[in-house]
């Protein structure tokens, strides 16, 4: 019997570029494909209405040291990360992250590149938000400069970090 599947609503698909509504799905600690080093994998479902809604698009976050700025980014915009939550310097660790994302809704903006000669959608660098960008006033996502400096330890991925910015002394929420 043959079947075909592409476009169907939950396979991976090629969204328009722009920014939606995301819901982050089946967040896991797993190794890269190419490279056998620690990533975050996770799926953002499409939660926007329209032709993409439940399509999903997959993103991974790096969890090597010269990457993690862009994991810290993103956890800071999701609001996993707060300056009410957080002190100067703070240990996470990447179990806790996996599970503070799993079913998190948010928003994101999407671009096209092509990978193998294949068309694939994107995470545009740092676009996580708790709000739409375009109710913010804002018509595209630039990459942040990271703010900390990070530290990985090899026997269980912590990300550790010292924040610039003035906060109170806790520990990370999880």
């Given at each position: 019997?043959?079947?075909?599947?592409?476009?169907t609503?939950?396979?991976?698909?090629?969204?328009?570029p722009?920014e939606?509504?995301i819901?982050?799905?089946?967040?896991?600690?797993?190794?890269?494909?190419?490279?056998?080093?620690?990533?975050?994998e996770i799926?953002?479902r499409?939660?926007?209405?329209?032709?993409?809604?439940?399509?999903?698009?997959?993103?991974?976050?790096?969890?090597?040291?010269?990457?993690?700025?862009?994991?810290?980014?993103?956890?800071?915009?999701?609001?996993?990360?707060?300056?009410?939550?957080?002190?100067?310097a703070?240990?996470?660790?990447?179990?806790?992250?996996?599970?503070a994302?799993?079913?998190?809704?948010?928003?994101?903006?999407?671009?096209?590149?092509?990978f193998?000669?294949?068309?694939?959608?994107?995470?545009?660098?740092?676009?996580?938000?708790?709000?739409p960008?375009?109710?913010q006033?804002?018509?595209?996502?630039?990459?942040?400069?990271?703010?900390?400096?990070?530290?990985?330890t090899?026997?269980k991925?912590?990300?550790?970090?010292?924040?610039?910015s003035?906060m109170?002394?806790?520990?990370?929420?999880?």
């Amino acid at each position: 019997m043959k079947l075909h599947f592409t476009g169907t609503p939950g396979s991976f698909v090629v969204v328009d570029p722009g920014e939606y509504k995301i819901r982050i799905e089946n967040a896991i600690e797993s190794k890269a494909r190419g490279s056998g080093e620690d990533v975050i994998e996770i799926k953002l479902r499409i939660k926007s209405e329209g032709s993409f809604l439940d399509a999903i698009v997959p993103h991974s976050w790096s969890l090597q040291n010269q990457a993690i700025w862009r994991l810290e980014n993103d956890l800071w915009a999701l609001g996993i990360f707060n300056q009410d939550s957080l002190g100067t310097a703070f240990d996470a660790d990447s179990a806790e992250i996996v599970k503070a994302l799993e079913g998190l809704e948010a928003y994101c903006s999407f671009f096209t590149e092509q990978f193998q000669g294949q068309d694939r959608s994107k995470v545009v660098v740092s676009s996580f938000s708790t709000e739409p960008k375009k109710a913010q006033g804002a018509q595209t996502a630039e990459p942040k400069t990271p703010a900390i400096a990070t530290t990985l330890t090899a026997a269980k991925p912590t990300v550790s970090g010292v924040i610039t910015s003035p906060m109170k002394g806790k520990k990370a929420p999880f």
